[in-house]
């Protein structure tokens, strides 16, 4: 393989999520979904935000539902939301995600001082969404091929972290649910993951 790899680059960035199931029914469907975005390259530009899926199979956004995303750059939260989203395997076919509504971000913050969790937090107003990783487990990379990956389009590669429990918070509110483990390429990966230096690439001679 060449160092220098040909195609165009999606975009690039952080990508880590929490997805949980009902603690009576952990074979059951996922009850809520969250994930977190930081892109730093991307045709769309830079930015950060949180999708939460907090009633996958309602067809409404917030504050009917807790269907939201806040984000500070909503063009490429769109984007995301219309073209990679929708092709994640949680995802796919959900009822709430034409339905999310879509929140500009007035503030947020990062807190990674302690290695052994990560917690991501972002406000639109009074509104606000936290998510947080805790008991981070060993690292592992992963070169995911476009016969293997999401899109089938793309070539995507990255560090995988999981975690040991996942907290999901609407203004303030904890959201119920636990963290699984799930088969995930060809090994297993709790629900609850961090995932670093994501890159799309749209292999080719472009």
């Not at 899926?53 to 750059?73: H, K, M, Q, T, W």
């Not at 999310?100 to 007035?106: G, I, K, P, S």
């Not at 991501?120 to 998510?131: C, K, P, R, W």
């Not at 060993?138 to 975690?163: I, K, N, W």
Request: charged share 20%; net charge negative.
């Amino acid at each position: 393989m060449p160092i220098i790899q040909n195609g165009v680059v999606s975009w690039s960035g952080e990508n880590p999520g929490i997805y949980l199931k009902s603690a009576s029914d952990p074979q059951g469907d996922w009850q809520v979904l969250a994930l977190y975005f930081r892109v730093i390259a991307s045709a769309h530009g830079r930015g950060r935000g949180i999708l939460l899926l907090g009633d996958p199979a309602v067809e409404a956004g917030y504050p009917a539902a807790r269907n939201l995303c806040i984000s500070d750059n909503l063009e490429l939260m769109d984007y995301l939301l219309s073209q990679f989203v929708p092709k994640f395997g949680a995802f796919r076919g959900r009822a709430a995600l034409p339905h999310v509504t879509l929140l500009q971000a007035t503030g947020g913050s990062t807190d990674e001082k302690d290695p052994t969790q990560w917690v991501e937090t972002i406000a639109a107003g009074d509104v606000s969404l936290s998510l947080a990783w805790k008991g981070l487990k060993q690292p592992f990379a992963a070169d995911v091929g476009p016969g293997f990956s999401a899109t089938g389009e793309h070539r995507m590669y990255s560090l995988f972290q999981g975690a040991e429990r996942g907290e999901i918070r609407l203004d303030g509110e904890l959201l119920d649910g636990v963290v699984v483990e799930r088969d995930f390429l060809d090994g297993k990966l709790n629900s609850a993951f961090l995932a670093f230096a994501e890159t799309w690439v749209e292999e080719g001679d472009q």
